[in-house]
């Protein structure tokens, strides 16, 4: 496999956990998440006034797509109220790869080769058992593990239609500006609901993550969808989680999160499943 592509994969599994510290070091997970959401707009107008808006036939995708976002960004948030970054992160990230695989295989989305299995699995297993090493200690019970893997069903979901979507529209960045557009419009709604008081908090305290974490997100996900034209969906997906390694590092380094040797072994198993899938 093309480490040039892992590579940039690699570069996108970071900007990836990076926003995520961003939103879970914000005591207001609410303004942490909006500023992320919003922040995609500046390069998302950007690209499509380069590019252009998609070809009709990703509409499909891009709506389905716009609300299984939303969906996921509601269960990340309220994830996070109820357990740490390297609790919540890896449940719902390492779930992710294993449901996107059972769907390719069933509806045939992609040909797997069974080294590119062996590796995803090895992944996946890496940063489960990272994530369910965390599932006995008092601050994450029940309802985060719950939350996370509802969390990780919505990543499963609207990575396979993004993939897709992509792959008709024939331009990452088209399509992934087009959706932020789409995204924003249903997340506004569902914060009108849930949250009307969020525009005014975003204003006072989430400039830096809106303008930072906002388009380190935008910069991963367009990495990942660019990845998706040439390599199948469970593997750009399967190493895009191992994010899970940096999100780990600065959990610790910034938010006083430990580290034991169990982390460290789950760590190993992780980089073992990219040098399988490098292999193959």
Same mark, same amino acid.
């Given at each position: 496999?093309?480490?040039?592509?892992?590579?940039?994969?690699l570069?996108a599994?970071?900007?990836? +956990? #990076?926003?995520?510290?961003?939103?879970?070091?914000?005591?207001?997970?609410?303004?942490?998440?909006?500023a992320?959401?919003?922040?995609?707009?500046?390069?998302?107008?950007?690209?499509?006034?380069?590019?252009? #808006?998609?070809?009709?036939?990703?509409?499909?995708?891009?709506?389905?797509?716009?609300?299984l976002?939303?969906? %996921?960004? +509601?269960?990340?948030?309220?994830?996070?109220?109820?357990?740490?970054l390297?609790?919540?992160?890896?449940?719902?990230?390492?779930?992710?790869?294993?449901?996107?695989?059972?769907?390719?295989?069933?509806?045939?989305?992609?040909?797997?080769? %069974?080294?590119?299995?062996?590796?995803?699995?090895?992944v996946?297993? =890496?940063?489960?058992?990272?994530? #369910?090493?965390?599932?006995?200690?008092?601050?994450?019970?029940?309802?985060?593990l719950?939350?996370?893997? #509802?969390t990780?069903?919505f990543? +499963?979901?609207?990575?396979?239609?993004? =993939?897709?979507g992509?792959?008709?529209?024939?331009?990452?960045?088209?399509?992934?500006?087009?959706?932020?557009?789409g995204?924003?419009i249903?997340f506004?709604?569902?914060?009108?609901?849930?949250?009307?008081?969020v525009?005014r908090?975003?204003?006072?305290?989430?400039?830096?993550?809106?303008?930072v974490g906002?388009?380190?997100? %935008?910069? +991963? %996900?367009?990495?990942?969808?660019?990845?998706?034209l040439?390599?199948?969906?469970?593997?750009?997906?399967?190493?895009?989680?191992?994010?899970?390694?940096?999100?780990?590092?600065?959990g610790?380094?910034?938010? =006083?999160?430990?580290?034991?040797?169990k982390?460290?072994?789950?760590?190993?198993?992780?980089?073992?499943?990219?040098?399988?899938?490098?292999?193959a």
């Amino acid at each position: 496999m093309n480490f040039g592509v892992i590579s940039v994969i690699l570069l996108a599994a970071f900007l990836h +956990a #990076f926003w995520n510290f961003l939103v879970r070091g914000n005591s207001d997970k609410t303004v942490g998440m909006a500023a992320i959401v919003y922040g995609h707009l500046p390069l998302a107008l950007l690209g499509l006034a380069w590019f252009g #808006f998609p070809k009709i036939e990703a509409l499909g995708y891009i709506i389905a797509s716009s609300v299984l976002h939303v969906g %996921y960004q +509601a269960f990340l948030m309220n994830s996070y109220r109820f357990g740490g970054l390297t609790q919540v992160y890896p449940i719902a990230r390492g779930s992710a790869p294993l449901m996107i695989v059972i769907i390719s295989v069933i509806i045939s989305t992609d040909h797997l080769k %069974y080294l590119e299995i062996l590796g995803i699995l090895t992944v996946s297993l =890496g940063i489960l058992l990272h994530g #369910f090493s965390q599932f006995n200690k008092d601050s994450f019970g029940p309802t985060g593990l719950i939350l996370a893997i #509802f969390t990780g069903a919505f990543i +499963a979901s609207y990575s396979l239609v993004d =993939g897709t979507g992509t792959r008709v529209a024939l331009n990452a960045i088209s399509y992934y500006g087009a959706l932020t557009i789409g995204n924003c419009i249903l997340f506004s709604i569902y914060l009108c609901i849930f949250n009307q008081g969020v525009f005014r908090r975003l204003l006072a305290d989430g400039k830096y993550t809106f303008v930072v974490g906002g388009s380190a997100s %935008y910069l +991963a %996900y367009v990495l990942v969808l660019w990845a998706c034209l040439t390599l199948p969906i469970a593997v750009v997906s399967s190493i895009r989680e191992t994010s899970v390694l940096f999100a780990l590092g600065l959990g610790v380094l910034f938010l =006083g999160e430990e580290i034991t040797f169990k982390k460290v072994i789950h760590a190993t198993v992780i980089l073992l499943g990219i040098v399988v899938l490098h292999l193959a």
